[in-house]
């Protein structure tokens, strides 16, 4: 069974960075987020707020030199396995077999 899973970027040390060498986000100023004005009419104002484009929302960029090759700014890795299965006697149509330990990792969770 072909299987595609993600796995954190110690090479990029977390950070998407070859060094951590991430800087606050100059569109946002480290927020993450913008805010939008919009006129609506004689004395109407609306105000949005909506993730930053620059830094996808996370308030921080890293400048071309100094991104991952590998994860390029995403933090995790896509890894492509093939695992055997073995299905016993006895197990019904639609019943679910688990695989201990291959699930996909999240950056900010373990060591």
């Not at 004689?42 to 890293?62: S, V």
Request: with cysteine; charged share 25%.
């Amino acid at each position: 069974m072909a299987l595609v899973t993600y796995i954190v970027d110690w090479f990029g040390y977390r950070k998407g960075s070859m060094f951590g060498a991430s800087m606050s986000c100059a569109g946002c100023q480290g927020s993450g987020m913008k805010i939008s004005m919009r006129h609506l009419g004689a004395n109407m104002i609306q105000k949005m707020q909506h993730p930053c484009n620059e830094c996808k929302g996370t308030g921080e960029t890293i400048s071309d030199k100094d991104r991952c090759p590998q994860c390029k700014e995403e933090k995790v890795i896509q890894l492509k396995k093939v695992l055997e299965v073995h299905v016993e006697k006895g197990k019904y149509n639609g019943q679910k077999i688990t695989f201990p330990g291959e699930a996909d990792d999240v950056v900010g969770f373990g060591s």
